[in-house]
């Protein structure tokens, strides 16, 4: 946990674009499974604690308690019972309630008040999920491939090729560097162009692709939020283009994506 830890807050300080969730997800179980074996408990206990590090990471990351309940329930536990879901969620809300003394009360992204407009947007809806979930499948393949290519090579030459790409695809769009909860903000408000939203997703899956695939420690959810919710945000704009009395604002879009 320490080196995930040290080596993670590096990446991210550095601007890779990798986020910040699943180091600490990786911290959180690590360390809760280092404690159930140094207190030499049995497997069951070292799962549940592995469980409740997971949910606690994910709710006091995201200030979410029970998305991580869920999440460690579902991942980690892969059972509902009562022995496991007391502590789970009883680390959840302990973590949750830490980070307002913390960080404050503010969320992460403001997401200002948006509706639909139109049920005849539900089919345009409908074409955004598809694209959408094309666009994962293809940031998912791709590290795939990247990642069985290249651990063949020494960690060096593939950090330093990571870096490089990050590099170039900064030149052209700095909005990829680091987590880029920033650049959601801004999208939320309409504060970006259809070309600019191309660009940035484009070389975000770029980026990504090349930090997460070369090993660069660093998580997927926060990149995945941005390209989500920059691709959902172009397409919004298309789709009220195309029908301005029909469509929503590309804000609802980008909420959606």
Same mark, same amino acid.
């Given at each position: &946990? ?14 890779? !674009? ?23 408990? &049995?497997?069951? !206990? ?53 980070? =307002? %003394? ?9 997401? =200002? ?5 139109? %049920? ?5 809806? %409908?074409?955004? @999920? ?86 660069? =420690?660093? @998580?997927?959810? @926060?990149?995945?939020?941005?390209? @989500? ?29």
């Amino acid at each position: &946990p320490i080196l995930q830890f040290a080596g993670a807050t590096a990446a991210i300080v550095t601007g890779h !674009s990798v986020g910040r969730e699943g180091p600490a997800i990786h911290v959180g179980a690590a360390t809760a499974s280092m404690l159930g074996q140094w207190l030499h408990l &049995p497997n069951n !206990s070292v799962r549940i604690l592995v469980a409740c590090g997971t949910a606690a990471a994910i709710a006091a990351s995201l200030n979410t308690p029970i998305a991580g309940v869920v999440f460690a329930m579902e991942v980690v536990m892969m059972e509902y019972s009562l022995v496991g879901f007391t502590p789970v969620i009883l680390a959840a809300v302990c973590a949750t309630s830490m980070t =307002p %003394l913390v960080f404050g009360s503010t969320p992460f992204v403001e997401a =200002p008040a948006m509706q639909m407009t139109s %049920l005849l947007e539900l089919p345009y809806m %409908l074409l955004v @999920g598809v694209v959408l979930g094309t666009l994962a499948s293809l940031f998912i393949v791709s590290v795939r491939r990247l990642f069985l290519w290249a651990r063949a090579h020494p960690l060096w030459l593939r950090t330093t090729a990571a870096g490089l790409v990050t590099g170039l695809c900064a030149l052209a769009a700095p909005q990829i560097m680091g987590v880029g909860y920033d650049t959601v903000e801004l999208t939320l408000v309409g504060g970006l162009g259809l070309s600019a939203l191309v660009m940035i997703v484009s070389l975000k899956l770029v980026a990504t692709t090349a930090c997460i695939g070369l090993g660069i =420690p660093g @998580g997927l959810i @926060g990149p995945t939020v941005v390209m @989500g919710a920059l691709g959902g945000a172009a397409l919004g704009v298309i789709g009220h283009a195309l029908a301005p009395d029909l469509s929503a604002s590309s804000s609802f879009y980008a909420l959606l994506g």
